[in-house]
């Protein structure tokens, strides 16, 4: 079960409805939540990921189990780019002949849906609660979809006393390396 | 990219409706502004009473049960969900003249206007559509 903010049940609508109803669902979350939009209409798919690119949210990916399909839509932000203040970066293709534990801070769903093999996933959102699970000895390398969450984990991770901490630039939208799925 | 998309609704069978407010709902919900211009045997999609029971093309009579099957939403259904979601009906007020209809033989909330109305909203949308 991939992890998700909101369910919206469109079982059994036909076209145009789950788009509908999902363009309602959508307004109650967050930027940056997770909204599962869980529909038996077998023309959703396509037309969940070009109603999503074309709003500026993020499709995620699809799972299908039996005659139902559970589409991954991420809230888009409407929020400027702001600039990346963490002053310990390394580019991306340099990570995987590193040592150490490469930390992908994204949504749940997103990792779920492609990450880069052997990292460890906890969303910015949770990264306060969960320090425990990492290791001060170890180099860190913090990655998300752009860079720009990275950032943030990467200053939590400093002001909480994490010395070998780097932001991954620019971020999994570049990532052209295997990807492991857990779907 | 224009924001706008415009609709010509011309015909008034069931399956006009259908291809009329799929594209309508669809686009509204996608964030486009929709205006659809509903002119001659389109104002029935519109119509009080005739919205509720617009013809099959002769011959697909047998369809019925596929809509049902397929759990389509009635026109009426539609029509309030697109005006829900902001698409603005224009009733043709040459049409309703020459038919002898007013304001109030048609759903709440639309518009009367011409075809300059029209051309002058659909002049920078993208799509402009007919049916």
Known sequence: MIKANLQLDAKGLACPMPIVKTKKAITDLEEGQVLEVQATDKGSKADLAAWASSVGHQYLGTVEEGDVFYHYIRKGSSEPEVEKTFEHTVSLNEIESRDGLILDVREEAEYAFGHIEGAKSIPLGELESRLEELNKEQEIYVVCRTGKRSDMAAQILAKNGFTKVYNVLPGMTEWNGKLTKEV | ?131
Not at chain 2, 36 to 50: R, V
């Open chain 2, 1 to 131: 990219m224009s924001n706008k998309v415009a609709i010509i609704a011309a015909n008034g069978g069931l399956f006009d409706a259908y291809k009329v407010f799929n594209i309508a709902t669809a686009a509204a919900a996608s964030e486009k502004e929709v205006q659809i211009f509903f002119t001659f045997e389109g104002l029935n999609l519109i119509h009080k009473q005739a919205m509720h029971a617009l013809e099959m093309p002769a011959g697909k009579e047998h369809l019925t049960e596929g809509f049902e099957k397929a759990n389509v939403p009635t026109i009426p259904q539609l029509v309030e969900m697109a005006q829900e979601l902001g698409v603005k009906f224009i009733a043709c007020q040459m049409t309703m003249d020459v038919m002898g209809l007013t304001k109030e033989d048609f759903v709440d909330g639309i518009e009367v206007g011409g075809a300059v109305t029209f051309l002058e909203y659909a002049k920078d949308a993208s799509p402009t559509l007919t049916f």
